[in-house]
């Protein structure tokens, strides 16, 4: 089955803890990016990636780290986490690069809090 | 900035009509609309490429009006299932930056 899996799908965690959310998919895509979704202000892009080895900022980089050493996997760090980190996380993929010609699959979905 | 949507919400009867509208400040060369429903994904319903362009899907229909940077989302004889949060989005211009709209919420009632 054509999937975006997130894990963990919920986490509780202390300020200054680092963490790590994972992402995959298993439909080749070349494309992925991470979303926050918070109240009032709906899906921000956090970072995206092109292919391997290729990421880019998005809107609300800051605090944030993610990688892409291989195709499948984009994992978002938190390296020290704080309390506005709180929030709604989305991984997604598309086919190819910055989804203009190709839909998003998005995964379920990780619901961090930061206390 | 994110592209506007309005209205902000909307709560339909079962068979009743809707349109929710997606209006940039800056040029669009495509746009996307997503519904998410309560607690899950967004779930992509389509993309318009063209300005004039009109797609349909089911009963949801939707418009690009490139020249007025706009586009809009038909719902048509409305069912309970279509109750959820519509976005559209687009890739930022010269980039690989994708954004999403402000969101509208839309309660479809029995």
């Known amino acids: 089955e054509a999937q975006v899996t997130q894990n963990p799908r919920y986490l509780i965690t202390v300020t200054g803890k680092k963490l790590t959310v994972t992402c995959s998919q298993n439909m080749n895509h070349e494309y992925m990016s991470w979303y926050r979704q918070d109240p009032g202000l709906g899906l921000r892009q956090i970072y995206y990636s092109m292919n391997v080895e290729v990421t880019d900022k998005g809107d609300v980089p800051e605090g944030y780290k993610v990688s892409r050493k291989e195709k499948r996997n984009f994992p978002l760090i938190l390296e020290s986490p704080s309390p506005n980190q709180t929030s709604l996380y989305f991984c997604?993929?598309?086919?190819f690069g910055g989804g203009s010609y190709n839909e998003q699959f998005f995964g379920p979905g990780t619901r961090l809090t930061v206390l | 900035q994110q592209p506007v949507q309005s209205p902000q919400a909307v709560i339909l009867r079962e068979g009743e009509d809707a349109v929710i509208n997606c209006s940039s400040s800056k040029a669009l060369y495509s746009v996307h609309w997503y519904r998410q429903k309560h607690g899950e994904a967004p779930v992509f319903l389509m993309i318009?490429?063209?300005?004039?362009e009109q797609k349909g899907h089911e009963k949801i229909s939707a418009s690009f009006n490139e020249k007025k940077q706009q586009s809009s989302l038909y719902l048509t004889a409305s069912q309970l299932s279509y109750s959820g949060t519509y976005f559209c989005g687009t890739v930022r211009s010269g980039t690989y930056k994708y954004i999403f709209g402000t969101g509208t919420r839309l309660k479809v009632l029995a």
């Open positions: 318009l490429l063209k300005g004039g």
């Open positions: 997604a993929s598309s086919l």
